[in-house]
């Protein structure tokens, strides 16, 4: 990694956490004071800047999310003030609520019950507690602050590989033999069978991975071709190392394709003969879509675009 890509990574690091019409002016102006910093740092240093001395200047620059918070109004839930009158007040007003609560459930009737009855369950199961959920984040950035400053170098800010390929080319190819086994699955989902059972399989097994003939004609071969066109853009990211904004597109491209697809395998008609194997496949398509929709949607808030209008 090099020094420019650690300063696209703290850039990307940053920006994602402003508000999408602030992202890109923020990035160009923020690129563009972290190279006059460093630049001064070289000269004082005497020698070229390098990814070593990018990482130890934008460390002190500050974490991406402190820089991030310089952009935007600050939003805060509970003053620094009011925090420790906040805890006493969480703490005691818990303990009274709590023992009250208690009190009443010990001198209750055993045959109370009515609409008041009922009232009260309501209350103190369903109102009451929905508070954990506020509660717990509470109590979890208090921990995670407290934690950071005990051991504030468990928090450095670490430069991501932006838009080069994740998990490293180790990640791609499996990515590519899995792409490949799942074509292989889709073109004979009975060789599983083969596979495990060495042919041995009962004949209700073959019958149920039996695909109707509505499936073969049209909505199968369309999955096939789909997943195929994926794996020259594997190989291509592979041989470069990273994701082209051109290669990026057509990704997500043939991914909604996929999806539209793979919807309309849901939706009109069974895949397989058997009824019992068509209502196991559908919900996993289901999931599959899901997925993919969710994953693609992390991926294009995540990212960044820093270039002047």
């Known amino acids: ?153 468990t928090s450095e800010w670490k430069p991501r590989f932006g838009d080069l390929t994740p998990g490293s080319r180790t990640g791609m190819v499996i990515a590519l033999i899995g792409v490949v086994i799942g074509m292989l699955v889709l073109i004979e989902p009975r060789w599983i069978l083969d596979f495990f059972w060495r042919g041995r399989a009962a004949p209700a097994a073959y019958e149920a991975l039996t695909y ?18 994926n794996i020259p853009i594997f190989i291509a990211v592979i041989v470069s190392g990273r994701w082209s904004a051109t290669l990026r597109r057509v990704s997500d491209a043939l991914g909604l394709a996929l999806c539209a697809v793979l919807t309309w395998v849901v939706l009109d008609g069974p895949v397989f003969s058997t009824p019992t194997a068509d209502k196991t496949l559908k919900p996993l398509l289901v999931l599959t879509i899901a997925f993919m929709l969710i994953d693609m949607g992390i991926k ?9 209008n």
């Open 300 to 308: 294009r808030y995540r990212r960044v675009s820093p270039a002047p």
């Open 1 to 153: 990694m090099n020094a420019n890509e650690v300063i696209e990574s703290y850039v990307t690091d940053v920006a994602v956490q402003l508000p999408r019409k602030q992202r890109n002016d923020v990035a160009f102006e923020l690129r563009a004071l972290i190279n006059e910093g460093l630049q001064d740092k070289a000269e004082d240093a005497g020698r070229a800047v390098d990814a070593a001395m990018a990482i130890e200047f934008l460390r002190a620059f500050g974490r991406p999310a402190e820089v991030a918070a310089r952009y935007r109004p600050a939003l805060t839930v509970i003053d620094p003030a009011d925090g420790r009158s906040f805890m006493l007040a969480s703490v005691v007003g818990m303990a009274v609520i709590w023992g009250l609560g208690l009190l009443q459930v010990l001198l209750e009737p055993e045959n109370a019950a009515g609409f008041l009855g009922k009232l009260g369950r309501w209350w103190g199961g369903a109102v009451l507690g929905s508070l954990w959920w506020p509660g717990m984040l509470v109590v979890g950035y208090g921990m995670a602050a407290w934690a950071r400053r005990r051991r504030p170098q």
């Open 212 to 229: 109707t003939d509505a499936f073969l004609r049209w909505k199968g071969p369309c999955v096939l071709a789909l997943l195929a066109l």
